[in-house]
Every structure is written in structure tokens, then in C-alpha cells.
């Protein structure tokens, strides 16, 4: 089952303006990761935050956590051309296996930058 | 390092038919996983392997096997292929099996249609 959640589905936005995405989850997390992913290709890694964090920069990424109101958000300024992709929230899940624990992400933004 | 590699990037399958994704990364990584992406659902987990001999099952492991006799390689097997398995798969790899506080490192994907 789907542990996040993306909102927007999608969204398009003018080059330069900032783009937000937003995540709610389920249960209770220990973190909370932003994956990207061109079309066509795998997921790339972009940041993660952990839950005794309520902030994180990288770069022109800027990352929230509410735990209280389990939800992340994350914002991309001066968006550029390059920056269409979908974006993936994933958190931590303990499947029955036990022992190890796995990701479960949400059904993802799509962001598209118009030139 | 080539990081995650998957082969073959495209294959169609008659139902029934079986065939064997293959996997390998070079970084040395201790967890390997299996995802399906289907549209508006996701990426969702099917296997997981902690290392050398230790396989798990994941949210959706019906239909799917797999083995882990070396670091490197995860294949995915499918033993008797069905529409219902038409997806991308996605195989990714991190250098722990804390998968929470771990960066995943996705390869290309395999877009398989079931006829």
C-alpha cells in the first residue's frame, strides 16, 4: 500500500519561477527521501530529511518535515528547463519479512517547466 | 563504475512465457531491490536482497523469484509471465540494508509487455 503521497499530480509553471511539491504519509517515519526521475530513466536520488529535522537545503532545493502533520514538502527556486521531471517522496516501511526495512513511494509530482 | 546495470532495456513476453531480468552494480553494495512502476501507482517494491544468499519478499512479490548468489547481481525471475506483469522494473542497490538513511541508486529500467 501506498505509504505517500504527492500533491500535485501535475504541475507547469514559467522558467525562473519556484515550483512546490508537497508529501503526506501514513505512519510514523524515521525519514523521509526526494527522489527525481526523467522520463524514461531510473529514480536519481535528491535529499533526504530526517525526522527530527524540520529543514534542509541542497543547492536550490529546500526541503520541509511536519511530523505532527506528517507531511514534507519540497521546493525548487528559480526553476529551469532541466527541472521537468516527476518527483517522488519515499519513507521508511518495515515489510513482514522483518529484519531489514524497505522504501514505499508515493505515486509522484510531474513538474513541467516552460521555457 | 557503471553503477546499476540492467539488460534488456525492452521485452515482450507471450503470456505464459518466463524470462529472467538481470541486474549487476559494481559499487560493492550490500542491498539490492526489485521495483514495478506502473502509471499512477508508483514504484512498488517486489523483492529484497541484503546480501549474498539472503533474499526477502516485498509489497508485491507474487508472480516474481529471485536469487542473490553474488554481491553484484540480483536477477529477477518471472516463471510464467502474465498481462498483469506488463511494467518498468526497476532494480537499485545502497551500501546498507538501512534503506531509510540510505541513498538508492536506481539503473535504467526494464519496460516488459505481457501479450
Known amino acids: 500500500s501506498q505509504q505517500g503521497e504527492e500533491d500535485p499530480q501535475a504541475l507547469s509553471i514559467q522558467e525562473g519561477e519556484n515550483a512546490t511539491m508537497n508529501c503526506s504519509y501514513k505512519?510514523?517515519?524515521?525519514?523521509l527521501q526526494w527522489y527525481r526521475q526523467n522520463s524514461g530513466r531510473g529514480l536519481v536520488h535528491l535529499i533526504l530529511i530526517r525526522s527530527n529535522e524540520r529543514e534542509k537545503h541542497s543547492g536550490r532545493l529546500r526541503v520541509t518535515l511536519d511530523t505532527s502533520k506528517k507531511s514534507s514538502s519540497l521546493l525548487i527556486t528559480a526553476s529551469r528547463a532541466a527541472d521537468t521531471a516527476s518527483y517522488f517522496c519515499a519513507t521508511d516501511h518495515m515489510y513482514s519479512g522483518g529484519g531489514a526495512d524497505g522504501l514505499t513511494f508515493g505515486k509522484g509530482t510531474h513538474l513541467i517547466i516552460q521555457p | 563504475n557503471a553503477g546499476v546495470t540492467q539488460t534488456p532495456k525492452f521485452q515482450v513476453l507471450k503470456t505464459g512465457q518466463s524470462m529472467t531480468l538481470q541486474c549487476a552494480q559494481d559499487m560493492n553494495h550490500e542491498y539490492m531491490s526489485w521495483y514495478r512502476q506502473d502509471p499512477g501507482m508508483g514504484l512498488r517494491l517486489i523483492h529484497y536482497?541484503?546480501?549474498?544468499?539472503?533474499?526477502d519478499q516485498g509489497e508485491v512479490p507474487n508472480g516474481y523469484n529471485v536469487s542473490r548468489s553474488t554481491t553484484e547481481d540480483f536477477p529477477l525471475r518471472l516463471l510464467s509471465a502474465a498481462p498483469s506483469q506488463t511494467s518498468v522494473y526497476f532494480c537499485?542497490?545502497?551500501?546498507?540494508?538501512?534503506?531509510?538513511?540510505?541513498?538508492?541508486?536506481f539503473g535504467p529500467g526494464t519496460r516488459l509487455t505481457v501479450l
Open positions: 536482497s541484503v546480501g549474498a544468499g539472503i533474499t
Open positions: 505512519t510514523s517515519i524515521n525519514n
Open positions: 537499485a542497490s545502497s551500501y546498507s540494508q538501512l534503506t531509510s538513511t540510505d541513498t538508492q541508486y
